[in-house]
């Protein structure tokens, strides 16, 4: 089944000529399909409350949503700031083929971070309670600054981007605000990926001393940046499949290396402040945290670390397999904060919490309409930097300025 | 294509300070409108409700005491409903200065709250937020039951209450529409307590001749044990003077016992399928069916499948329930008379529904079983131990004994008073009859809640209403009562038999472990 | 002057006067569930007794007192801290800390985080999940009769005088005098815990059988994420310095990508 729809804007002359396109495929079907239920289950979440749509309880304020749609999505959007220091900071052009495809990932991750908390929270509509009404005292008061701003600035990178095609006039007026987007877009991410880890901190005595430590923004600023690579292995990889586009292996190699490195640091991190706090005999307790402690660092690290400076990372094969574990490690250390890490302490008088079939929709269904949207701008924008596929003409000679861009 | 970036740029200016002027105007409005500014006591949540201080407005019911007693969820008289309670303290009031219960241990307490159900705390409760645990649903089950028998029995004191639920005048006597409507809910045989009432008299009376005469040796003043709230109140506070209790049981439990063996022998029933209900003016009744001891038809009949001698006990007020329920129209109903074998009482039985009935009654036999002869006139009218009065004493003139010094007592904190007089010795009396609450059954704890606070001008009313029944009474004496002779004759043998001591008599228990008593007057609790 | 409410546990005799009068006092709803529980059927459930329509609860513990198993009744609420998590946690401002005391929460500044829920260190924060539009749920404290020089409304009914309110420095020295001629635990629960809380607690039985968290941290727990906050925008700045002379040296000379 195949479908082109073809979206012709009524709003001027000038936008008439713009041609829209996407394909469905049996897979976008089921990403249409999660997206619906999940909308379904939205609306049910903001007519009858949290307690209708999911298992959240006093034991339990914080579950599936947080967890999975901000911590985790923000650590794995994390890939576009990585991206942007390494390419247009470091100046290390030979990533440059990945970095829009990065930061195009990193902007639809934190839309749904955004969405996600926009459902999350009790009260919405007083999302904005915080720019006036400051609680500078709370960590999440940077936490909401930085995403908020940074999703913003995003945004306007992504018009950088976007005004190739669309309101072109813009295009020159971003490209010049752009060094100063990138310093901002970088600042920002390292400043509340670290404050999403020490939220935590405050939590003093429930989680679990395996990863309550004065280091947890570190951890979680180094582990956001490593799975940049991850994800953006993962990600050419699928959008190679379904856009016909591949990135070069040693492109790919070298970021994997230089993620590698930052594991490398993170793991000393790791065992000089296991060290320090004398958290060894947790570790090895094999009860159920010292095993999810040990496989997150041994699967989400080391094995990582082996495979980047090894020969395994010249094959796609060794590639993928990195990106795989590199990012179950950081879902499953997310994860292991929150429910691993807490669970014993908030379970101690028989409270429990099993995240409710409707909270897996919606998370699943964030993630779909993320997924949707990067296929939907990745096919129409310059986004993967080269269109293999036959409609690239067509757009190159209807914008003449594209094809020079396009590297 | 020159002119057309110049008006994107123009308009995009302009939406561009649009924007941020629209932005700095909302930010302006919302930090006048106090966002950002910090807190005050009156924003918080809460916080505008009511409290027993604003109550504190001048009237009948003393307001200067807030707060509660506590009540046990598994108390099994007692229940209160905390959304209507306002917190007046009339419970500890009534706890604590009347009945001398609340505030008589020390703080901290040990396992069980200190209640001797006596259920004042209902009657005052102005709200209603107090009242009996509801047993009304266990009696319509075994009335549907179409296996059991269900009998039941009616205090003294429950025929004129009732009909004040009714819209009557405080006091009427429904006697007759009660034994009625019991009889169209469906009970099957309805016997009256007033019969057990003369039954204790004899056993009681027979008890004090012998331990006047010391063939009991047992210690004087005797004190009766009609009354479970009292009872209980012994138990706990009084424990040394657990031999003084007369051992023989309240009237209720011994129909209960008689109901399942000398009823269901006469009549050829099953005991196993008598479902015995009691109505009763009090709620320590409740407790005291569930005491282990009240077990002796199953103990008699050695079968452990007989249920406990009363199975269910009924407050006044829910019987009116039941009849409201059932859509019975109570005044209308005919005067019935109760069933024959245990449902003749004397006038002596009746006035066991209130304070000092009991005495006189047991005056008027003990005459008879110590001179063998019918008491005087005089004493079928014995003023001294009528009336309100907390404690009362009087002297009777008995041929051949001399004058005898009996002492009556309502109320527990006159009780406590009275029985610490006699710890220290100074007890005069041969007898005394003790009620827990002011005024005797007639103002127990499951009787109809008057409008008004308690009051002695009710307690009166109801009281010369029960003493009307007496004068009308064609028997005033309870050893006339022809069912109680056929009973001795038939069953028993005679008073203080071996019998009647395994059937009608009882043991005490000390329950001075369950709390710290009170060591001084100045440790009040407040 | 800083009010408090000192506790002390072997006073109570369990008539629950004071959660009645803190509902009448903040018009909470009655729901017939939570009506017909015990004190004992509180004290096991997770939510300790505390719902959003339930500040406050007394719940029964059976603790070992001189080897004997004995009754002890036990009001659970909101300690109301001198430094509080909650106020720190909020980013927002919904929480404050009154100087009276009390810890009050405006819910019209709320966003529905419920970090504030996670921060707190005794766990007393209550969510309205069943409501389309929720928000925290704990203690007040009775800000507004506090501030007008009235006592809380659960003191105010407490029969034994269980439950006292005054100055906190006073009620602490009054708890430390209780101690020592009852014979008490050598504890004042709320002293140190937490940094102090305004509510104190003591005890003839020990802390740990009656459900108190006594491993919490001494230190005020704002403390924790204080200077990370402090040096947040200086780390920002400086961060942000260190790019822009990164982009610019490495820049020099080259094509401006895209």
């Known amino acids: 089944m195949e479908l082109v729809t073809t979206v012709v804007s009524r709003a001027g002359a000038k936008m008439s000529s713009v041609r829209w396109k996407f394909r469905m495929t049996p897979m976008r079907w089921v990403f249409t399909g999660i997206a619906s239920a999940a909308i379904a289950v939205i609306l049910v979440r ?362 | 294509m020159a002119s057309k970036v110049g008006k994107v740029i123009s308009l995009s200016r302009r939406s561009f300070l649009k924007f941020v002027g629209g932005a700095s105007l909302v930010g302006v409005t919302l930090n006048l409108s106090g966002c950002g500014e910090p807190i005050t006591p009156d924003k918080a949540i809460g916080g505008n409700g009511w409290m027993p201080t604003q109550y504190n407005a001048p009237g009948n019911w003393p307001t200067s005491v807030r707060g509660r007693v506590p009540i046990d969820p598994e108390n099994p008289a007692i229940v209160r409903d905390d959304q209507k309670c306002i917190l007046c303290g009339q419970c500890i009031e009534v706890c604590e200065k009347i009945q001398s219960v609340f505030g008589n241990y020390e703080l901290p307490i040990k396992k069980e709250f200190v209640c001797v159900n006596c259920g004042q705390c209902i009657q005052w409760c102005p709200s209603g937020a107090i009242s009996e645990r509801d047993d009304v649903n266990k009696v319509f089950k075994a009335l549907a039951d179409p296996n059991v028998t269900v009998v039941v029995q009616t205090a003294p004191a429950t025929r004129i209450g009732l009909g004040e639920e009714f819209g009557m005048p405080v006091g009427t006597n429904v006697q007759g529409k009660q034994v009625a409507a019991l009889r169209k809910l469906g009970f099957d045989v309805v016997f009256d307590t007033n019969f057990t009432a003369d039954l204790t008299i004899m056993e009681e009376g027979t008890e004090l001749v012998k331990r006047v005469t010391g063939e009991l040796h047992h210690p004087i003043p005797q004190m009766t044990s009609c009354c479970p709230g009292w009872v209980k109140f012994v138990e706990y506070f009084y424990p040394e003077l657990i031999p003084n209790l007369s051992s023989a049981k309240s009237p209720q439990q011994m129909e209960g016992a008689l109901i399942k063996t000398y009823f269901a022998e006469k009549k050829e029933v099953d005991p196993k399928k008598i479902f015995s209900v009691s109505i009763m003016p009090c709620t320590a009744k409740k407790f005291e069916c569930q005491r282990p001891e009240m077990n002796s038809a199953s103990k008699e009949l050695n079968d452990s499948n007989v249920s406990p001698d009363v199975d269910v006990v009924l407050t006044t007020r829910e019987l009116a329930r039941m009849i409201k329920r059932t859509g019975i129209d109570f005044s209308s109903l005919p005067e019935e008379e109760y069933d024959k074998l245990m449902g003749t009482g004397t006038g002596a039985g009746v006035i ?127 050893h006339d009562n022809p069912e109680i002779k056929q009973i001795y004759a038939d069953f028993l043998t005679a008073p203080m038999s071996e019998k009647a001591e395994e059937l009608l008599h009882t043991h005490y228990v000390s329950r001075a472990d369950d709390f710290i008593p009170k060591k001084s007057e100045e440790n009040k609790l407040y | 002057m800083a009010k408090g409410v000192l506790v002390d546990i072997p006073k109570c005799i369990g008539c629950e006067s004071c959660s009645v009068a803190c509902k009448l006092w903040n018009e909470l709803e009655w729901d017939e569930q939570e009506k017909n529980k015990t004190a004992i059927d509180r004290a096991k459930e997770p939510n300790n007794g505390l719902w959003p329509e339930e500040w406050t609860s007394i719940n029964r513990y059976d603790p070992e007192k001189d080897g004997e198993s004995v009754a002890r009744y036990v009001k659970a609420q909101c300690m109301h801290c001198e430094d509080p998590a909650c106020v720190s946690s909020c980013f927002s401002k919904a929480f404050q800390k009154l100087p009276e005391g009390p810890v009050i929460y405006d819910q019209s500044l709320c966003v529905g985080c419920r970090y504030c829920m996670m921060a707190c260190p005794f766990d007393v924060l209550r969510y309205e999940w069943k409501k389309a539009i929720p928000g925290v749920r704990k203690c007040q404290m009775c800000a507004t009769r506090v501030a007008n020089n009235q006592e809380t409304a659960c003191t105010s009914v407490c029969p034994t005088g269980a439950i006292i309110f005054g100055d906190r420095d006073q009620l602490l020295a009054e708890a430390k005098k209780r101690i020592k001629e009852n014979g008490y635990v050598d504890r004042v629960f709320g002293e140190k815990e937490a940094g102090g809380t305004s509510w104190l607690y003591i005890s003839d039985t020990p802390f740990e059988q009656m459900r108190f968290r006594t491993d919490v941290t001494t230190k005020p727990l704002p403390s924790y994420t204080e200077g990370y906050m402090k040096a947040t925008p200086f780390v920002g700045v400086g961060w942000a310095a260190i790019l822009a002379g990164l982009y610019v040296f490495n820049n020099k000379g080259k094509e401006p990508l895209d």
């Open chain 2, 352 to 478: 066991f529904g209130t304070t000092g009935g009991v005495m006189e009654a047991a005056v008027r036999s003990a005459y008879y079983l110590i001179t063998g002869q019918q008491p005087p006139v005089a004493l079928w009218n014995l003023t001294p131990v009528r009336g309100m009065q907390g404690v009362k004493e009087a002297a009777v003139n008995i041929p051949g004994v001399g004058d005898i010094k009996v002492a009556v007592i309502s109320g527990l904190a006159n009780a406590r008073k009275v029985m610490d007089q006699m710890k220290a010795g100074n007890a005069p009396w041969a007898f005394m009859e003790i009620m827990a609450c002011p005024g005797g059954c007639e103002y127990g704890g499951g009787q109809p809640r008057a409008s008004s606070p308690p009051s002695d001008e009710d307690r009166n009313r109801r009281a010369a209403s029960l003493y009307n029944i007496d004068a009308k009474a064609k028997l005033r004496n309870s």
């Open chain 1, 46 to 407: 903001f007519v009858l409350g949290l307690g209708a749509t999911t298992n959240l309880n006093d034991q339990w304020p914080w579950g599936l949503w947080i967890s999975f749609d901000v911590l985790l999505g923000v650590a794995l959007a994390g890939g576009g700031y990585g991206t942007a220091l390494i390419v247009y900071v470091l100046r290390r052009d030979k990533f440059y083929p990945i970095a829009r495809s990065a930061m195009l990932t990193s902007l639809l991750g934190y839309i749904v971070v955004v969405l996600g908390l926009l459902i999350e929270v009790g009260q919405w509509f007083n999302f904005w309670r915080p720019y006036v009404s400051w609680g500078h005292a709370s960590v999440l008061f940077e936490v909401f600054w930085c995403i908020s701003c940074y999703t913003v600035i995003q945004i306007l990178e992504f018009c950088e981007v976007g005004t190739e095609k669309v309101f072109k006039g813009a295009h020159k007026y971003l490209k010049k605000a752009m060094p100063v987007m990138l310093i901002i877009g970088i600042t920002l991410p390292t400043l509340h990926q670290s404050s999403l880890g020490q939220l935590f901190y405050l939590m003093v005595g429930k989680v679990n001393p395996l990863w309550w430590t004065a280091f947890l923004p570190v951890f979680f600023l180094l582990s956001s940046f490593f799975v940049g690579a991850g994800m953006i292995v993962i990600e050419s990889t699928l959008a190679g499949k379904a856009l016909n586009h591949k990135v070069e292996i040693p492109v790919l190699r070298g970021l994997v290396k230089i993620s590698a490195g930052a594991m490398i640091l993170y793991l000393m991190l790791k065992i000089t402040d296991m060290v320090v706090r004398g958290t060894f005999a947790n570790a090895f307790a094999f009860d159920l945290p010292s095993i999810m402690f040990l496989s997150e660092l041994t699967f989400g690290v080391i094995i990582p670390i082996i495979i980047a400076f090894s020969s395994l990372s010249s094959t796609r094969k060794g590639l993928i397999w990195f990106g795989i574990l590199t990012v179950s490690g950081v879902i499953m250390n997310r994860f292991d904060v929150l429910f691993t890490g807490m669970g014993k302490y908030l379970n101690q008088y028989g409270g429990s919490y099993v995240p409710a079939v409707s909270e897996f929709i919606v998370s699943l269904g964030l993630v779909s309409i993320a997924c949707l949207a990067y296929l939907f701008l990745a096919e129409n924008f310059n986004i993967l930097g080269n269109h293999g596929s036959e409609h690239a003409d067509d757009i190159e000679i209807k914008d003449g300025k594209y094809a020079s861009t396009a590297k």
